[in-house]
DNA sequence: TGTACATCAGTGAACGCGCGTTCACTGATGTAC
DNA sequence: TGTACATCAGTGAACGCGCGTTCACTGATGTAC
């Protein structure tokens, strides 16, 4: 009963490293070869959010993921880095769009700014391990990973924030002189929480949306008294 | 000229993967065997600090850099992933006694703070590589290193915030009625900043001090005008 | 003082493993004539 | 309409590598008699 079906699409074992469970997956058509590319993708985030590590996220992995060889991902991507590096610009364009779509509807700046955090901060929670590739190459001066994914990427991100004070500080509700100092301070402690909460879950952490209105209201110069629209 | 003396007791590549420099190391003499332990946790912090990777951190690789065989490391630990905990709980113990010896001999509570921050930045910044493993245990739900060091040095690290923040609240410097809760957002922008330093250097960062001035006194409840102790 | 012996601080070869990558190939399917 | 052929979407075996760990061992050194 607890057997695999070999002739299952999807991989019906969630451990990437479990060889009992033969994934049978059809041949694309002719033509659409390609989609072969996205589902490599998706397996390798899924390794990625799974094992909390980029280096679980192998070729291997990824091939017995989809269902195929570990050598057909050569034809969508030269090596492995490569590779790696499609997953880290996959998941910066999601977070991209989840700031614009949330921020979007909102023409008040105090309350852009708030929407557009607690996007972020949602992200961050979300989806944890991608999350903490986007901003951390390896760190180490020869890691491979060193030079990974989209610095431009992550300057869209951030300028998103610092038009955010901006708008707060040209309409009054904020005493930000330097909205890009303070867009910086905003982004280091959104992103020290939501990293620690990650590394540390152990820990009492207050809820996101109290870390806006403790933590972020407070270094984008926004005073309590000015925090919320005025009714009209 | 650019050849390897093999009497050399100090490993004369600072490759760790390079095999063609052989180190060899005079034996501890007898009742010295313990010296052992010492040598092989400097050389993985050194790996650590060089790759900024902890999957580096192999026993032939530390074995290499020491100048002994791979299984002699089995004397001193019984497994790697003990090893690997020796050198993060070695990195918090540090990291505690660089705190103490800041602010053992400063009374003023805001100065306390600020020194204390600052040391906090300081060895963050210094060692990046190991300040980086400490509080990001792989993250993931099943990787090797989730549950790697010890939590209960990290609490002692955050006590001394906390403290510090409480004695600024008791003596008026500052307006925190919550400093748990704000010595978490202390933390928090901290441990973002030195974070992101590292893992993107290309970004105008502001330097430590401008950190400490512009957020941590801001999230701490100091106010500008009494964030100096009163000359008398 | 000499010698047998126990202990200590290691070594060297080997094991099985998973990895990235290369290479020659296969077999279904669409297309040109 | 039939058939030869080109193309596409992959496969399977093999390579050399570094890894953690096990195992039987070695050779210097201190100690008991």
Redesign the interface.
């Known amino acids: 009963m607890n057997g695999c079906k070999v002739t299952s699409v999807i991989p019906s074992s969630s451990d990437p490293n479990d060889p009992s469970c033969i994934v049978v997956r059809p041949r694309n058509p002719r033509g659409e070869g390609g989609k072969l590319r996205g589902d490599i993708l998706a397996a390798a985030t899924e390794i990625l959010e799974?094992?909390?590590?980029l280096?679980?996220v192998t070729l291997r992995a990824v091939a017995r993921r989809v269902g195929i060889s570990a050598p057909s991902i050569y034809a969508h991507f030269p090596d492995r880095e490569t590779m790696l590096v499609a997953v880290i610009d996959d998941a910066f364009a999601e977070l991209i769009d989840t700031l614009n779509e949330a921020i979007a509807p909102v023409s008040d700046p105090v309350e852009r700014l708030r929407v557009g955090c607690r996007a972020y901060l949602r992200f961050a929670q979300q989806r944890?391990?991608p999350y903490?590739v986007m901003?951390?190459?390896?760190?180490?001066?020869?890691?491979d990973t060193?030079d990974l994914g989209g610095?431009d990427l992550?300057a869209e991100a951030f300028a998103i924030l610092v038009d955010s004070i901006k708008d707060c500080a040209d309409s009054g509700r904020s005493s930000s002189v330097d909205p890009f100092?303070?867009a910086?301070?905003v982004?280091?402690?959104?992103?020290?929480?939501s990293?620690?909460h990650?590394?540390?879950p152990?820990f009492p952490?207050?809820p996101a949306d109290?870390?806006f209105d403790?933590?972020v209201l407070?270094?984008a110069g926004v005073p309590a008294d000015l925090d919320t629209p005025v009714e009209s």
């Open positions: 799974t094992t909390g590590s280096d679980s944890p391990q903490r901003f951390m190459r390896g760190g180490g001066p020869d890691t060193a610095p992550g100092a303070d910086t301070a982004w280091v402690a959104m992103h020290g929480y990293i620690l990650t590394g540390l152990g952490w207050p109290d870390v403790r933590i407070r270094l």
